[in-house]
């Protein structure tokens, strides 16, 4: 049987997930998967000191692990689960209700009885009534029960058996007090500090290497180049003009190099470039700073040789000589080397394997990683490559896949004719390697950027991007210029920041149709505060179009078209019941809490048309409107050309308004614009500002926005459109 080397690569990764202007942790999932996942993982190698290992520690991850280490974090959901049942109000316990039950019911929520009880309890009160119905169908202890069994959830299965206080809570399973709950709060808290060191203590041992990803979780080859994404797939939609800044790329690259060190001791040897995404521009910059290795899928490898990897019957590749073998890639002066995840084996772990009995599963790998060796003769060592996310997969198996890992260590251990290697000692031991001058550029996902760029939603997510680079670079040149008001190094430095951060990858894996969660909204929305924080730290303005949900998900609620003419008193009252009477209505049902997506402000959009003027009315919430404090509303009318009505509230009252056509201000809107606010918002546009003949609708949209930022909009999934024509009781076409 050849020797097989096998390297198991387990990437741990999490976006920033921080609001980048209040420094609030939007989504709790970076504390939540370490205490469930980031420490079990390594510290289970303890009982295999013969089984080498390597993880990959994005660095956007491990800044978050740093500040949950130090306890100095604000996280909402953190707060909420940990208050006093007695200082909860009607829209925490419908958060709770969001939070709590945003896990795995099979083999996280069903662990505990009482956890399923709560859970069939909150449900069947949705299904009968509406969130305020369901909080007063529990009582105090049910509350209590409920945040302690969240938390408990997450918790690692070592410290679940081991650790004094999180074992007895969890035998306990019910009737929790909440000196008990502050037990959990305050375990967590030193848990969050184990993390890191435990990363550190199994590096400095040997048994693990530790590598790193660009520094935000960027897709290297598109910020190099945006057309690149062509290559693979020639249909592919791309930004025009492109996105090029190979220099992000060299940042992200730089970066996450110097923060491992810093972190970790000693710099990393080799990258997973994010998503396995390669290309030969984005490589040449990995080894010009000093990476000897990156990895990515056979897919990739699969382009660069036009060679193919089917299986038979066993599980064999064809050209598997060629898969299981390190790839040297010569870039002019520089040379860096590819390994290449059996896509195969990887797979079955991250979504066969947990359907299955753990011992049965570590049993068929094995078997599968042996007829590898006895099939393939090569003369030399067979480097099989098993690379997945190190987090996610763990949620579908019982117990967090332990009795998995551990069986299938235990094989590995004792097989003298397998050897689990981290990659950098794969390396030493693999011989001569054959080389290549270029790679295929492509991801791990099906060989190519589609994820990322494939979809109206990515490209407008990268335009958007672009856009914000590119006022960044306008300002960073004055400052070259020393032009007198340009930004200072540190207003620039903190933008550029925000823009590393936009260019992570996560935020287009939600946009377009192949993935979705509950936390859709709130990606978005944190995307667009990066982007718009890019202004803001440069002393300008954001666009409108950043208050503009990327994700298009239609709120649920009432959509009619006008019924009558108007005739409408704009002052910002119901003057009567029959004012409004006709009007066309966008009604939508907001009935998420204030942590969940964005918080709701806007309510209610009315319009409607007399002879000469379009009218709008806008509702905000009654408790909203009572909390506006300086603002702005932002109506923009589209038909080929965009007005855009600007109403300026100051505690909570009008204290101005001006009009834009075509980014230019209008002198005496007074003469086509009236707005007034008060209870509601009414505003009228002449019909003066448009030239409306041959267009048979328009397009009607409202924002509000606060200290910059955007805050709300309607509609959320874009603009309404308005149709004209006397038949549409509107305007003559």
């Known amino acids: 049987m050849n020797r097989i080397h096998l390297i198991l690569l387990w990437h741990m990764h999490q976006p920033q997930y921080r609001d980048p202007s209040s420094g609030r942790y939007v989504l709790p999932w970076t504390r939540l998967h370490a205490l469930k996942d980031y420490y079990g993982m390594v510290r289970v190698l303890r009982e295999f000191p013969g089984v080498h290992a390597t993880f990959n520690l994005v660095p956007s991850l491990v800044m978050q692990l740093e500040e949950y280490a130090s306890g100095q974090f604000s996280e909402p959901w953190f707060d909420l689960a940990f208050r006093p049942v007695e200082h909860l109000d009607d829209e925490d316990k419908a958060e709770i209700l969001i939070r709590a039950f945003q896990v795995n019911r099979d083999t996280l929520l069903r ?27 529990f009582a105090e202890r049910d509350w209590r029960d409920l945040q302690v069994l969240s938390q408990l959830a997450w918790m690692d299965e070592e410290w679940l058996a081991n650790d004094p206080v999180v074992s007895r809570l969890a035998t306990k399973g019910a009737n929790f007090t909440e000196e008990e709950k502050w037990e959990l709060r305050a375990k967590q808290l030193e848990l969050l500090g184990e993390v890191l060191l435990e990363y550190r203590r199994a590096a400095q041992s040997g048994q693990i290497e530790l590598s790193t990803t660009p520094f935000y979780h960027p897709i290297l080859p598109l910020v190099c180049d945006s057309e690149i994404a062509r290559v693979s797939n020639a249909s592919t939609p791309t930004p025009q003009p492109p996105f090029r800044h190979p220099e992000d790329a060299r940042e992200q690259l730089a970066r996450a190099r110097q923060f491992h060190e810093r972190v970790f001791g000693a710099p990393p040897a080799g990258v997973w470039p994010s998503e396995g995404s390669v290309s030969d521009e984005a490589l040449r910059i990995a080894a010009e700073l000093g990476f000897r290795w990156f990895g990515t899928d056979e897919g990739v490898l699969g382009h660069t040789l036009s060679a193919g990897f089917g299986r038979d019957a066993a599980g064999v590749p064809a050209n598997a000589d060629r898969l299981y073998a390190p790839l040297r890639l010569k870039l002019g002066a520089r040379e860096i080397t590819g390994f290449f995840r059996d896509h195969y084996l990887s797979d079955l772990i991250g979504f066969v394997y947990s359907r299955m009995n753990g011992a049965a599963a570590a049993e068929d790998l094995h078997r599968r990683l042996r007829a590898i060796g006895e099939r393939v003769q090569t003369g030399r060592p067979l480097t099989v490559s098993i690379f997945l996310d190190g987090e996610n997969a763990w949620e579908y198996y019982p117990g967090a896949g332990r009795e998995f890992l551990r069986e299938f260590y235990r094989r590995i251990e004792s097989d003298p004719d397998i050897r689990a290697l981290t990659v950098s000692e794969a390396l030493e031991q693999a011989g001569e390697i054959a080389t290549t001058q270029h790679i295929f550029p492509a991801s791990w996902i099906n060989a190519n950027f589609d994820v990322w760029m494939g979809h109206p939603e990515d490209v407008k997510a990268w335009e958007l991007l672009r856009n914000a680079r590119d006022f960044y670079a306008a300002a960073a040149e004055q400052r070259a210029r020393g032009i007198s008001d340009a930004p200072s190094e540190t207003q620039l430095a903190a933008a550029y920041e925000s ?3 936009a260019e992570g990858s996560d935020w287009c894996w939600w946009y377009g149709p192949e993935h979705s969660t509950a936390n859709d909204a709130e990606f978005d929305a944190l995307y667009r505060k990066h982007l718009t924080e890019i202004y803001l730290q440069l002393g300008a303005e954001a666009p409108d179009e950043l208050a503009e949900p990327i994700k298009r998900q239609p709120e649920r609620g009432v959509i009619s078209p006008p019924a009558s003419l108007l005739r409408v008193t704009v002052d910002g009252r119901e003057t009567s019941y029959f004012e409004w009477l006709g009007a066309g209505l966008y009604s939508v049902d907001r009935s998420g809490a204030a942590m969940h997506g964005r918080v709701h402000t806007l309510h209610i959009l009315n319009y409607g048309f007399d002879a000469d003027f379009l009218y709008i009315r806008v509702d905000p919430f009654e408790e909203a409107r009572h909390e506006l404090g300086d603002c702005e509303f932002r109506i923009t009318v589209r038909n080929g050309d965009e007005v855009r009505i600007v109403v300026r509230i100051e505690n909570g009252a009008l204290a101005g308004y001006l009009v834009e056509s075509k980014d230019v201000c209008l002198l005496g809107p007074d003469e086509m614009v009236g707005a007034a606010f008060d209870k509601i918002l009414e505003i009228s546009v002449s019909r003066k500002l448009f030239p409306f003949e041959g267009r048979k609708s328009i397009s009607l949209g409202v924002a509000l926005w606060e200290g910059g930022l955007p805050i709300d909009v ?4 874009g603009f309404l459109e308005v149709k004209l024509g006397e038949e549409n009781f509107a305007w003559p076409i």
Do not use: I, K, N, Y
Request: without cysteine; aromatic residues 8%.
């Open 714 to 717: 309607l509609p959320a999934e």
């Open 499 to 501: 823009v590393l951060a």
């Open 111 to 137: 662990r505990w009885p009482r956890f399923v009880e709560l859970f069939e309890r909150a449900r069947t009160a949705r299904e009968s009534s509406d969130a305020a119905t369901q909080a007063v169908a």
